[in-house]
C-alpha cells in the first residue's frame, strides 16, 4: 500500500495536447472556406486538463505551494514550443510534471478545435503525437509509493490504459477512468474498476445503446447496471447541459440537474468534472451524491469561460453552492 504523505495523491495518466482553437460564428460546411472570429494556442489534453482541474480547485490562486492534494502528471511531449508550453502551464498551476518525457523523435500532441460561438459547442480533431508513444512496458509494475487515485483516459494506446489497470489493480491502486475518446474496450476493463466517469456520445459507444435511449433518463438506470455487471463500482454518466446520472453498485442512483449558466465553451467541462470528483474520492468519508454535486457545479463555472486549462476554476473561485 502507499506509504501516504499528509497529502493525498492523484496520479493522472494521459495525455498533453496543444489546443489550437478557431472560434467561429457557426461551423463551415464541407468545401467551404470561413474567417474565424478569433484564434487561440493553449495548453490541453484530457490528461494535462484533469491534472489541471485537480491542481487548480484543490489550490487558491495566491497559494500554489499547498492545497488539498498532490497532483502528479505522467506523459510524453515533443521537444519542442508546444511541449514547453504545456509543462510550463501546468506547472504555473501546482501540477508536478517530473514523470512527464520530453522526446526528440516526435512531435508533441495537437488538437484543432472549431468552437461554435452561438451554441458553445466544440468539434475536436486529434493527433496524438508523443502521447502514442507511451508504452505499455512502462507500466509492468506501479512505482512506489503509490498515488491514492490514478486518473486514466483514452488518448493514449488503449494496451497502454489496460496495463495501467492491470498494474493498479494488482497494487489495490483505485482507478477513475474517463473513457474519451470511446472506443470498446476489453471487458478486464471494467472488472473492479472503482470509478467510471462518462458522457452521453461515449455511453452510447461503450453499451451499444442508441442515443435516442440515452435521452431518456428513464433509462439510464439500466445503463448503470450494465457497468455494474461487468465490475465497475461507481459509474457516472455526465449528460451536458441536463447535469449528470450516477450509480453506486449496490446503493443509491441518480440524477443531479445542470446548473443554470450561460454557455460560453464547453471545452474541458467534463475533464474540470473529473477533476472535482476526483478530489472528493481522495478527501476522505466519500458520498457518491456529493461528489457529483460538487464537480457538476465546478464543471458549469468552466463553461461560462472561455478556453480550455485557462477556464478551470482555482479552490478560491468555486464560491458557495
Ligand atoms: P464532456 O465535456 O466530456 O462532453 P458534458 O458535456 O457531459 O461532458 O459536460 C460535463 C459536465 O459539465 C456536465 O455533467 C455538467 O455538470 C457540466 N455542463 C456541461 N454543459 C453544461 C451546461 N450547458 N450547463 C450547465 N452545466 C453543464
Known amino acids: 500500500m502507499s506509504t501516504r ?9 494521459g495525455s498533453l495536447n496543444a489546443d489550437l482553437t478557431s472560434y467561429t460564428s457557426r461551423i463551415p460546411n464541407g468545401g467551404e472556406t470561413l474567417h474565424g472570429t478569433s484564434f487561440k494556442t493553449g495548453s490541453g489534453g484530457k490528461g494535462g486538463n484533469q491534472a489541471c482541474a485537480c491542481a487548480k480547485l484543490s489550490r487558491s490562486s495566491t497559494n500554489l505551494l499547498t492545497g488539498s492534494a498532490t497532483v502528479k502528471m505522467v506523459g510524453a511531449v515533443g521537444n519542442d514550443q508546444h511541449g514547453s508550453m504545456l509543462l510550463k502551464d501546468l506547472q504555473a498551476t501546482g501540477v508536478n510534471t517530473s514523470g512527464v518525457v520530453v522526446k526528440d523523435d516526435v512531435e508533441t500532441g495537437v488538437a484543432i478545435i472549431i468552437v461554435e460561438e452561438s451554441s458553445g459547442e ?24 503509490y498515488p491514492d487515485l490514478i486518473i486514466l483516459q483514452l488518448e493514449v494506446p488503449v494496451e497502454t490504459t489496460v496495463q495501467i489497470l492491470r498494474a493498479a489493480r494488482k497494487a489495490s491502486v483505485p482507478v477513475l477512468l474517463n473513457p474519451a475518446p470511446a472506443v470498446e474496450l476489453p471487458e478486464e476493463v471494467y472488472e473492479g474498476l472503482d470509478y467510471l466517469i462518462v458522457n452521453e456520445s461515449e455511453v452510447v459507444i461503450l453499451c451499444g445503446c442508441s442515443a435516442e435511449e440515452i435521452e431518456d433518463v428513464e433509462n439510464l438506470p439500466t445503463v448503470g447496471r450494465q457497468f455494474h455487471e461487468k465490475g465497475v463500482k461507481n459509474v457516472i454518466v455526465t449528460l451536458g447541459g441536463r447535469g449528470v446520472f450516477f450509480s453506486v453498485k449496490g446503493g443509491e442512483n441518480g440524477l443531479v440537474e445542470a446548473k443554470k449558466v450561460e454557455v460560453v465553451d464547453t471545452t474541458a467541462a467534463g475533464d474540470t468534472f473529473v477533476g472535482a470528483y476526483a478530489l472528493e474520492v481522495v478527501k476522505g468519508e466519500f458520498n457518491a451524491k456529493s461528489a457529483v454535486e460538487m464537480a457538476n457545479r465546478a464543471a458549469a463555472l468552466t463553461i461560462g469561460k472561455k478556453g480550455a486549462q485557462s477556464s478551470i476554476p482555482w479552490a478560491d473561485g468555486l464560491g458557495g453552492s
Open 5 to 13: 504523505s499528509s497529502l493525498p495523491v492523484i496520479a493522472v495518466i
Open 122 to 145: 466544440n468539434r475536436i480533431l486529434l493527433n496524438a503525437g508523443a502521447n502514442y508513444s507511451i508504452s505499455p512496458l512502462q507500466f509492468e509494475e506501479l512505482q512506489e509509493p
